[in-house]
């Protein structure tokens, strides 16, 4: 009993050093979902129509669905490799609170494939004919929305996580569960093209991710503590 | 309050024994009650004054929606109880109930949309009550899924039972937005006349329909977690004399 207690803060400064390592070490897991946002966007005007008109009226929607299937699938990896050289049972049988492990661990994923996206968006908005005042509106949906979309996706990742067919099953049972971010990140951006004021439209993407945030970690440490429970 | 009755349930034989006497009860009085519904419904009750026969669906439809909707509420509390207190039979609940739940939700989007091809003239309409009745068979899809996709019984029910909860609570999130959704994007295309206030001619067979729906789901929900309660007990003393029995008749 004598042996000191690691503090939160050492521990943490140290989770996030080593979350940091092993990402920047596999930078092409970083580039991959990056590259496959740009594709699904590419792939509206080649498919349906390049005409400005119909561009301008789809390009947040076609902005946002890519977006969200490139963050489904850059959660496959959150957990994964921590469960195949059993980092995660240490983690999970650690004594800081699991809660803010896997709060920390999203919010780390986010950084890493969320930011990027969102930095990457003018471009593909621009692409699509999104009017240049709009594109601020379109990255504010997905600063607020991308993170509740992490969260969300990481109970899917935690729960399938001892899977090997991991990957379509995550997409399948966390898709519907999204829907709602969907609607209200295109939604605002429809709304700003109208003209109508979108704070209270963002201020419920906020209050989607406020609900994520408090929420969705207990989910995903249940979920992580079945998962290695085998 | 006695709980002798609510920790017996937690017993698969005491469970097993009690169904097969309940079940075709269940049985007999929903096929009864389905069948006086659809004759009352279909050819004594009087037509709509605006819809004219075509409304009559709604002695199907109606019933389904209301039974896929609640199946779902029904497995999140069996998952409740299945986290929290471990029960078997909770769990089993929840595997026999997904498949019933799903094929309800199917029904009633089919029968939504055969209604809707005579009053809307189209058989599929973005509106925010289809929409998330969609949503809902996904829901019910991806439990099945997730279910599916476990070898070992204990993680497989630890994680649907928390995927039954993380749907749960989404539900009315995802049911207002879908329906703000619907009024953003389709200021009313097609508008869903006005329910007049029914005669009980016409909702009495209604209700007649929705407790035979449940009677038979119960029915078909006891015979799904027998077989359920059979195949995960089947090393059991009791299990075997079953069988035996039943191999020596």
Redesign the interface.
Known sequence: MSSPAVSLRTSFGALISRELQCALRKRQDLANPLVFFVLVVVLFPLGVSPEPSFLETASSGVVWVAALLSTMLSLDRLFRDDYEHGTLEQLVISPQPLYLIVLVKIALHWCLTGLPLLLLSPVLAVMMHLPAEHIPVLMLTLLLGTPTLSLIGG?GAA??V??R?GGV?VS??????T??VL??GT?TI??SIDGIPVAGYLATMGA?LM?AIT?SPF?CA??LK??V?? | MNWTFFHKLGSPKWFYDLSARLQPWFLVTGVLLMAIATVWGLAFAPQDYQQGNSFRIIYLHVPTAILAQSCYMMMAASALVS?VWKMKMADMFIVAAAPIGAAFTFLALFTGAVWGKPTWGTWWVWDARLTSML?LL??Y???M??RA??D?L??SS??TA??V???V??IP??K???D??NT??QPATFTLTEKPAMPPEMWLPLLVMVIGIYCFFTAVLLVRMQTEILRRERRTKWVRGIVEAEASK
């Open positions: 109970i729960l399938t001892s899977l067919s099953l399948l049972i966390i898709l519907p569960l829907i709602p609607i209200f939604g429809l709304a989607f609900l929420l989910a249940a979920a079945m998962s429970s085998s | 986290l949503v996904f829901l899809f991806g439990v899924a997730l996709a476990f070992d204990d993680m630890r994680a928390i995927l909860i993380v749907g609570v989404n999130i995802i207002y937005s879908v703000w959704w953003l994007h």
